[in-house]
């Protein structure tokens, strides 16, 4: 009998860490992370902005990824993604490797805290760069605590990662690729920012409004309202991103602000709804708004 229970166990290891992209309960993250077999133990990335939020306590494991060491400024557009050799390295340096499973996590759970949007757009790197076991702890670090599953301070470094040989750069689509896709059947390209931000009415952009023929979907409506770190079952959107224009059958260019936004809704559609054809315009609305020679506009736009 103990082992038939055993084997049960180990089975249902297997199937938790079946390789995928995707979501992934706090329970179950937690009986990942404490395997009793140390090679079959995932790579667990906190992704949170703020170090002092890490020292404070992560979870066990968790390597401190800071989201933001992943761009910098480009031909003096900020918080461009960096060249693929700086990328690369760090990844390597935070353990990324193509054999392991990746959890993925953040915290703040209440808008306007955003940090959802670091886990998102970390898995979107790694998925970029050809990982293709990536889990985004649903709920993130405060479903994990209110679950009571353990919490700790002490530091975790991983060793070097290997990286896949091949990337899938197709999850991507440049400007020039964008203004050539938009506009065509069956393309929609959508605005993940708040709608105010799509309307122009704000004080960030150095330009107003959107890349015009976009519509408007504010990533924030994907996630529960009591915690910005728990995905809403597609059952529950599926009508309302249908409305929107947003249906299985479409390629969907995604972009926000500064790519942020855009990586949460493309994670939902493809990996969640499992939409087959979403990309992400990486340069977003930061990039489109100085290149000048290109219209903007602050209609708002419907998918037809």
């Known amino acids: 009998m103990k082992l038939l229970v055993t084997a049960f166990a180990l089975l249902l290891v297997a199937n938790v860490a079946r390789a995928e992209i995707g979501i992934i309960s706090p329970a179950d993250a937690n009986q990942l992370i404490h395997n009793t077999d140390a090679s079959q133990r995932p790579v667990v990335l906190d992704t949170r902005g703020g170090y002092k939020d890490y020292f404070r306590g992560h979870l066990p494991s968790a390597h401190h990824l800071n989201f933001d060491t992943l761009r910098g400024t480009e031909n003096g557009v900020p918080v461009q993604y960096l060249p693929d050799d700086i990328t690369k390295a760090l990844l390597i340096r935070a353990g990324i490797d193509r054999n392991r499973t990746h959890l993925i996590y953040a915290t703040g759970d209440v808008l306007p805290n955003d940090e959802i949007l ?126 929107a224009g947003l249906e299985p059958n479409k390629e969907i260019i995604v972009y926000c602000g500064t790519s942020r936004e855009g990586s949460l809704l493309r994670f939902y559609l493809k990996h969640v709804a499992k939409y087959p054809n979403v990309r992400l315009y990486e340069g977003s609305w930061k990039e489109y708004a100085s290149l000048k020679q290109h219209a903007a506009e602050t209609k708002e736009n419907k998918a037809k």
């Open 118 to 243: 670091s886990a998102s757009m970390v898995a979107y790197v790694l998925e970029k760069f050809g990982v293709k076991d990536i889990r985004i702890v649903d709920g993130g670090l405060p479903a994990w605590k209110q679950a009571k599953l353990p919490v700790t301070q002490e530091y975790f470094g991983n060793a070097p990662g290997t990286l896949p040989e091949r990337g899938n750069k197709e999850i991507a689509i440049a400007v020039d690729e964008l203004l050539e896709r938009k506009g065509k059947p069956g393309v929609v390209l959508v605005d993940a920012r708040p709608h105010n931000e799509y309307l122009g009415d704000d004080d960030i952009w150095l330009r107003k409004g959107h890349i015009p023929g976009a519509i408007s979907f504010h990533w924030a409506r994907l996630m529960e309202k009591d915690n910005t770190h728990k995905f809403k079952p597609f059952t529950q959107v599926k009508a309302e991103l249908e409305a």
